[in-house]
């Protein structure tokens, strides 16, 4: 994105007191990573670097995510919202976002991202379950030829209830094939993330 230079021009920088909300999403997968405060310098610093900055409003001063832990956030796109009082930043999480460690600020009792985030997250969980009792366990401590074989066999079935022109059964097997791609993804140390930027950056060079 090239820096957008009339952006803090186009702000209603008065109704804040000289700040605005910040939100951090991330550009592939849509989950929505951290809210924080942004005033004309830090702006400014996150357009001419391409790395989220803030205005601190217990610390008063402007920060860098990422200036300690190095798990920054790597500016895609900027867009004000209607009324010009609020940004929203898409972004490439360099790391975890929250200082808990876990991917999202807004992690917790209730799922605060796409579904199936929520179903890779779960998935990296049965990794470390019992292989005797975890299907998923099991496919993950075997070669990676068996993770391969089970997406081949999957995708057989799709292809097959899509000639059949049996809705119900495509759905189901789509279902299978989705969920075994996720396992094998995470056996080959990739995510659904990875996978969705490969198809961004394809179609940002058509």
């Known amino acids: 994105m090239t820096a957008d230079t009339d952006l803090a021009a186009r702000l209603d920088w008065d109704k804040g007191d000289g700040l605005v909300p910040l939100i951090a999403q991330h550009a592939h997968d849509g989950r929505v990573l951290m809210l924080g405060y942004t005033n ?17 409003r217990s610390r008063q001063c402007l920060w860098r ?4 832990s190095g798990h920054g956030l790597e500016l895609v ?3 004000a919202d209607c009324d010009g009082d609020t940004l929203l930043a898409q972004v490439l999480p360099h790391g975890p976002t ?20 929520e179903l890779e997250a779960l998935i ?25 074989q089970k997406v081949g066999e999957e995708g057989v079935e799709v292809a097959l209830a899509a000639a059949t022109g049996d809705r119900e059964s495509l759905r ?9 791609l996720l396992v094998l993804l995470r056996g080959a140390d ?6 969705v930027g490969e198809l961004a950056r394809r179609h940002a060079t058509r």
């Open 40 to 56: 004309r310098a830090a702006l400014a610093r996150t357009l001419a670097t391409r790395l989220l900055h803030f205005w601190s």
């Open 65 to 68: 995510k990422g200036e300690h």
């Open 77 to 79: 796109t900027l867009a």
């Open 98 to 117: 929250c200082h808990r460690g876990t991917p999202t600020c807004f992690d917790g009792a209730a799922p605060a991202q796409p579904w199936l985030n």
């Open 124 to 148: 990296a969980r049965r990794a470390e379950a019992d292989a005797a009792t975890s299907y998923v366990a099991r496919l993950l401590a075997a070669p990676a030829a068996r993770r391969a």
């Open 172 to 180: 189901s097997e789509a279902a299978d094939l989705v969920f075994h």
């Open 190 to 195: 990739l995510s659904l993330a990875d996978v």
